[in-house]
Nanobody, 125 residues
């Protein structure tokens, strides 16, 4: 059974850091595109970062470039989003998502079939 479970959200002050983790089961994270999305209240969901199921650089939303880093641990079957220099506008529910297209490149678009339950990130003083 395919499952994605996020963890690591919380409350942090502006300028702080959080590390989100997405634990996958039922498939290998190094074979398929995995993405992080977020949705703030009253706003549309947007793709934040993704890593491909093949060689290639990760993709990032322009507003998080240089602050967020996505990484993949095949041994643990997890995908992590390290978020630094957090801003109040990063406040949202963050979701991990996957699409079962073997060895495909990732995109920050609505192509993902499997989603986690989400984890809340709040950046506030």
């Amino acid at each position: 059974q395919l499952q994605l479970v996020e963890s690591g959200g919380g409350l942090v002050q502006p300028g702080g850091s959080l590390r989100l983790s997405c634990a996958a089961s039922g498939f290998r994270v190094d074979y398929y595109p995995i993405a992080w999305f977020r949705q703030a209240p009253g706003k549309e969901r947007e793709g934040v970062s993704c890593v491909s199921g093949t060689a290639g650089s990760p993709n990032y939303l322009d507003s998080v470039k240089g602050r967020f880093t996505i990484s993949r641990d095949a041994a643990k079957n997890t995908v992590t989003l390290q978020m630094n220099s957090l801003k109040p506008e990063d406040t949202a529910v963050y979701y991990c998502a996957a699409v079962l297209r073997l060895f495909s490149r990732c995109e920050l678009s609505d192509q993902y079939d499997y989603w986690g339950q989400g984890t809340q990130v709040t950046v506030s003083s």
